[in-house]
């Protein structure tokens, strides 16, 4: 089956009892047993739930995986993923990834005894070079947050693969309809599925997928054991908004695309970052990789803080407010939003200036769009 298909089928067959079309929300924290020892696939709702389980069938599909586990939050997802390392572990990053994650990284695992080389993530011989003996764990996104570099996971997989490491993606930005990581050599990806997933600004959750039996009974393990596990509400959520991923993407896309031609051109607009923009310097390897580039945009303005102040004030659809992936359009400031964790000088020598902005287009009508910009702009 197609992905349009399998997002709106796969894990969520009719209501074997009721006929319903749609998977029945289960509001229940425990199931009765048959006997000791006894039960009918489900004990307690931390270690399993019917709605909880359509969902990770779902998301598995949707990323060509074989197995998929939900979670609260991204940073949950994340900090599972995380816990598969023991004390003495090392990490190696790339230097554009989500500052709660950084902070994560830096505030929480490092006292784990766990520590985290970052390297140019324009650079992949810096990946290879980063890695010592124990090197466990290799993790990267792409798009990257907020600069939206490309990396080209099968050769980063390679890396990994030649080493015995774990490359990890997180797929936010690309959403698993315009990438699947998995089928480019990667062995976990990873998703807040706040984001493009669910669509809708009305949830908090994340993902995680693999096709690697062992890992996934590691992950399994830990998720029931940590247990920040998504209600079954906002998993029915996420699963409704599984099913229009498709239709949402293509729109986002076509948004994105059609501001970022526009605010090129723009005279008050110093750089630009969108990967569907030929000027973009990996431009081509985005369409060997994905098959679409996205609703993200990231720019500079010229004239520093006061601008962005300025722009930012004089806006009325685009609405200052941290997340992205939502069906309304989101601006959101990075120095001291999603990134404000990173120290300044840190943050900087990153390429996250005061004067960067972060676009999350939503899939209003474009010219709408196109007109709040400007008069910002203006």
Excluded at 26 to 52: C, M
Excluded at 78 to 86: D, E, H
Excluded at 103 to 110: A, D, F, G, I, Y
Aim: net charge negative; hydrophobic share 40%; with cysteine.
């Amino acid at each position: 089956m197609e992905f349009e298909t399998r997002a709106i089928h796969e894990g969520q067959q009719s209501d074997p009892q009721t006929g319903a079309v749609i998977v029945p929300i289960y509001l229940t924290s425990t199931y009765e047993q048959q006997a000791i020892g006894q039960h009918k696939g489900y004990e307690y709702s931390r270690t399993g739930n019917p709605t909880r389980n359509a969902l990770e069938e779902a998301l598995a599909s949707i990323e060509n995986a074989k197995y998929g586990l939900a979670f609260a939050s991204g940073l949950a997802a994340t900090t599972t993923v995380l816990s598969l390392l023991k004390s003495g572990a090392h990490i190696v990053a790339g230097d554009d990834l989500y500052g709660g994650t950084y902070r994560l990284l830096e505030r929480v695992v490092k006292n784990w005894g766990v520590t985290t080389t970052y390297v140019d993530i324009d650079n992949l011989a810096d990946f290879e070079t980063a890695i010592q003996p124990n090197t466990k764990l290799i993790w990267i996104e792409t798009p990257t947050n907020p600069l939206l570099k490309i990396v080209e996971i099968p050769v980063l997989a390679n890396i990994a693969r030649k080493n015995n490491i774990v490359l990890v993606v997180d797929n936010t930005f690309a959403s698993p309809y315009f990438q699947k990581p998995l089928d480019l050599g990667a062995d976990i990806v990873v998703h807040s599925t706040t984001k493009y997933l669910g669509g809708h600004s009305d949830i908090i959750g994340g993902a995680v997928v693999t096709s690697n039996e062992q890992l996934y009974t590691e992950l399994k393990f830990y998720q029931n054991a940590i247990g920040a596990v998504p209600s079954p509400f906002d998993s029915w959520l996420v699963l409704r908004g599984i099913k229009t991923l498709a239709v949402r993407m293509r729109e986002h896309e076509k948004n994105a695309l059609f501001l970022a031609q526009f605010l090129e051109k723009h005279p008050k607009v110093e750089r630009i970052y969108y990967p569907g923009l030929a000027s973009h310097e990996q431009h081509q390897l985005a369409k060997e990789q994905m098959s679409g580039f996205g609703g993200m945009i990231s720019l500079e303005l010229k004239g520093g803080l006061a601008e962005v102040e300025r722009f930012v004030s004089k806006l009325k659809l685009f609405l200052l407010a941290e997340s992205l992936g939502g069906v309304e359009s989101l601006l959101c400031y990075p120095a001291k939003m999603t990134h404000g964790s990173i120290p300044e000088a840190e943050r900087i020598k990153r390429g996250i200036k005061d004067n960067l902005i972060r676009l999350s287009v939503g899939i209003e009508h474009p010219l709408d769009l196109q007109a709040d910009l400007e008069n910002a702009l203006g």
